[in-house]
């Protein structure tokens, strides 16, 4: 009992910095769930396309209901070991099999924005195998 006493004031003095629990608390794994759609593939939707190239820019909708036959939702969910759940939605509505509009907390970039000025790409030549030009016979 007077051991447990002795170790009383560093157990209490160890439980106000969170690095030593952090260590002590079981380990658990990044959990991710859905579909992840980022900012380029949404650029690449526009008016008008099919539900076929819906499907390979973005690829299989999560939830397809239907009762929502012209609506397609897609949505990821990350929740990490340690720290917040972040969670993303896309829904995507078609109208004769077309597509009218994307809504969703997943935008495509602004393109009015000024990007940074991309480096100019340097064409090289790469001359092609020698040829030996036939050579003609002599006439005697």
């Known amino acids: 009992m007077k051991r447990f006493l002795l170790l009383l004031p560093f ?59 012209d609506r397609w939702d897609y949505v990821y969910r990350f929740q990490p070991g340690h720290g917040e759940v972040q969670q993303r939605t896309l829904t995507v509505f078609f109208q004769d099999n077309k597509l009218t509009r994307v809504a969703g907390d997943v935008v495509a970039e602004d393109s009015s924005k000024a990007a940074a000025p991309k480096p100019a790409t340097q064409i090289i030549d790469i001359p092609g195998p020698v040829v030996a030009s036939p050579v003609e016979p002599e006439k005697k």
């Not at 690095?19 to 008008?48: C, H, W």
């Open 11 to 69: 157990l209490a003095a160890c439980s106000s910095t969170p690095q030593i629990t952090n260590y002590l608390s079981p380990y658990r794994i990044d959990v991710r769930q859905g579909n992840f759609v980022s900012q380029e593939m949404v650029a690449q939707l526009k008016p008008g396309l099919s539900r076929d190239q819906v499907r390979f820019i973005l690829g299989s909708p999560l939830v397809a209901d239907m009762f929502h036959a």
